[in-house]
């Protein structure tokens, strides 16, 4: 059984930087596509940033493009989500999500159809 476990959320002013980190356990996925996913109250989860299987390919919601920053340390199955320059808008849950096929593929996915396990989440809140 796949398991996903978020960390490093908390409280930041606005300008600030948080990473957070997504430890993955279970069956084997360190080179599956990866995404982080965030939802605020009362809105639908949003795409935030992907990362490929082999790492080599990154993309960006347009509204964190240039500020976040996405990385995968295969050897500690471990995701990253290195965020600058936060935002108050940037305040939600951010959930970590693996797609479980295209081991080491090139390719990454921006839609929350694309994956199959999700983590729990970790609370982002960006005071202003």
């Known amino acids: 059984q796949v398991q996903l476990v978020e960390s490093g959320g908390g409280l930041v002013q606005a300008g600030g930087s948080l990473r957070l980190s997504c430890a993955a356990s279970?069956?084997?996925?360190?080179?599956?596509?990866m995404g982080w996913f965030r939802q605020a109250p009362g809105k639908e989860r949003e795409f935030v940033a992907a990362?490929?299987?082999?790492?080599?390919?990154?993309g960006y919601a347009d509204s964190v493009n240039g500020r976040f920053s996405i990385s995968r340390d295969t050897a500690l199955k471990t995701v990253y989500l290195q965020m600058n320059v936060l935002k108050p808008e940037d305040t939600a849950v951010y959930y970590c999500?693996?797609?479980?096929?295209?081991?080491?593929?090139?390719?990454?996915?921006?839609?929350?159809?694309?994956?199959?396990?999700w983590g729990q989440g970790t609370q982002v809140t960006v005071s202003s």
């Open positions: 999500a693996a797609r479980g096929v295209d081991y080491g593929g090139t390719n990454y996915y921006m839609e929350k159809r694309h994956y199959a396990y």
């Open positions: 279970g069956r084997t996925f360190t080179r599956f596509p």
């Open positions: 990362i490929s299987g082999s790492g080599s390919n990154t």
